[in-house]
């Protein structure tokens, strides 16, 4: 695969462009591959939303130079687009059946990084992360996943199952929000052809 000129990072539920893990790879991103052209959205809380302002915002990107990185829900939104593109993608600690988990958050939720923001996660975002969710993972190969066995989250064994025949990098301890993704960005950079 030629080295990637385009790179789309998704964050996750109740997160935003400020997450930790954003800000190290695109500050990673500006210091050592300036020239590749990254967008970190902040995502609506509706699931057909925010796929819609993503693909919408991705529309001429070259096919054949563009990745994406997703966090968490944004690593669910990342296999969406990756399936529907076919773009290689990086999984952080991705969700696998978000439709499921995400039904006890019906409700007002708050951003993680900014208590004061509010938002409303409504009964029909649940159909909507449904209604996308691939029938299958194509091409596996395409996949690459940094999973820790200590996400207080989600299942490890689920994610490791998923992207079986993908490259994954399974840590053994770690929490939800990979604290230590910087210690990680060689695997990062490498697997997204940018090492």
């Not at 959205?41 to 693909?55: G, I």
Request: glycine letters at 8%.
């Amino acid at each position: 695969m030629p080295a990637p000129t385009h790179l789309l990072y998704l964050h996750g539920f109740r997160s935003s462009p400020a997450s930790f893990k954003a800000r190290c790879l695109l500050g990673w991103l500006a210091q050592h591959r300036p020239a590749v052209q990254a967008w970190c959205p902040q995502l609506p809380p509706s699931p057909r939303a925010a796929l819609a302002q993503v693909l919408a915002g991705t529309a001429a990107w070259p096919a054949d130079r563009s990745v994406v990185v997703g966090s968490s829900l944004g690593g669910f939104y990342a296999t969406v687009v990756a399936e529907a593109r076919g773009w290689p993608a990086l999984l952080l600690n991705p969700a696998v059946d978000p439709a499921r988990d995400l039904a006890a958050y019906i409700g007002e939720q708050t951003g993680f990084h900014d208590p004061a923001e509010r938002f409303f996660f409504r009964p029909e975002f649940v159909a909507e992360l449904q209604a996308m969710t691939p029938a299958a993972i194509t091409r596996p190969e395409r996949y690459s996943a940094l999973i820790t066995q200590g996400d207080e989250v989600l299942d490890w064994r689920e994610m490791a199952a998923c992207y079986a025949g993908g490259h994954l990098r399974v840590l053994p301890g770690g929490d939800h929000a990979i604290s230590d993704f910087d210690a990680h960005l060689p695997f990062v950079a490498e697997r997204l052809g940018l090492g």
